[in-house]
């Protein structure tokens, strides 16, 4: 070469710089998309026993909420949707069938606190479980009659809740949901304790 620009060099110099004076400023450059991003990254969500998540209030920014239990003139603290469905089916039978309930039979949601999640009481803590008369935790405290009615409630729930006199670890009071939220049999089972709830509501009327 001569030393000398030529008019193709000039012209491609000029639209560059051109080009660049006229990007946003903070517009990214291909270098920009590629870079690693830093920041804060999601908390993951603690989850109870069973698999749903762990809440940690109720009848606030919550999917916990009251409900009131039929036939019994009591309300608890659980997950609404499906989750309600089976455990307010568990309550009102136990309520007809093994002993009624009255006030602090029936207790819901309570936070985490140090119970460990691998728990079946940690269940509780995101609104998936019962206690039932809680002070019968221990084995024995219902009569033999009356656990062959709680086994053929859980029963009717094919599948989706367990009752805590069956665990290794016994506790009679508590009753809980057996499968996460993507089970299919939550879908299949829990909509007719809905209808069930219903035809009581219209019976009592």
Same mark, same amino acid.
């Given at each position: 070469?001569?030393? %000398?620009?030529?008019? /193709? +060099?000039?012209?491609?110099?000029?639209?560059?710089?051109?080009?660049?004076?006229?990007?946003?400023?903070? +517009?990214? +450059?291909?270098?920009?998309?590629?870079?690693?991003?830093? !920041?804060? /990254?999601?908390?993951?969500?603690? &989850?109870? #026993?069973?698999?749903?998540?762990? #809440?940690?209030?109720?009848? %606030?920014?919550?999917?916990?909420? +009251?409900?009131?239990?039929?036939?019994?003139?009591?309300?608890?603290?659980?997950?609404? $949707?499906?989750?309600?469905?089976?455990?307010? %089916?568990?309550?009102?039978? =136990?309520?007809?069938?093994? #002993?009624?309930?009255?006030? $602090?039979? @029936?207790?819901?949601?309570?936070?985490? $606190?140090?119970?460990?999640?691998?728990?079946?009481?940690?269940?509780?803590?995101?609104?998936?479980?019962?206690?039932?008369?809680?002070?019968?935790?221990?084995?024995?405290?219902? =009569?033999?009659?009356?656990? %062959?009615? @709680?086994?053929? @409630?859980?029963?009717?729930?094919? !599948?989706?809740?367990?009752?805590? $006199?069956?665990?290794?670890? *016994?506790?009679?009071? &508590?009753?809980? &949901?057996?499968?996460?939220?993507?089970?299919? !049999?939550?879908? /299949? *089972?829990?909509?007719? =304790? #809905?209808?069930?709830?219903? /035809?009581?509501?219209?019976?009592?009327?």
């Amino acid at each position: 070469m001569n030393g %000398h620009l030529n008019r /193709r +060099t000039v012209l491609a110099v000029g639209t560059a710089a051109a080009a660049a004076h006229l990007l946003p400023s903070g +517009t990214a +450059t291909a270098a920009d998309r590629t870079a690693p991003k830093s !920041g804060p /990254r999601p908390t993951k969500i603690p &989850l109870s #026993q069973n698999g749903w998540e762990i #809440q940690h209030q109720a009848n %606030h920014v919550s999917t916990v909420w +009251t409900r009131s239990v039929s036939g019994t003139g009591l309300s608890v603290e659980v997950r609404i $949707g499906l989750p309600e469905l089976l455990l307010l %089916h568990i309550a009102r039978r =136990f309520h007809y069938e093994v #002993q009624e309930l009255r006030a $602090g039979d @029936i207790l819901g949601w309570s936070g985490i $606190g140090r119970t460990p999640l691998t728990s079946p009481a940690s269940n509780l803590s995101s609104g998936t479980a019962l206690r039932i008369v809680p002070g019968a935790r221990s084995r024995g405290s219902y =009569f033999p009659q009356q656990v %062959h009615r @709680i086994r053929d @409630i859980v029963a009717d729930c094919a !599948g989706t809740v367990r009752w805590g $006199g069956d665990d290794d670890s *016994v506790d009679e009071s &508590l009753y809980y &949901l057996a499968t996460g939220p993507d089970s299919a !049999g939550l879908t /299949r *089972v829990a909509p007719k =304790f #809905q209808e069930w709830s219903g /035809r009581l509501g219209a019976a009592t009327r």
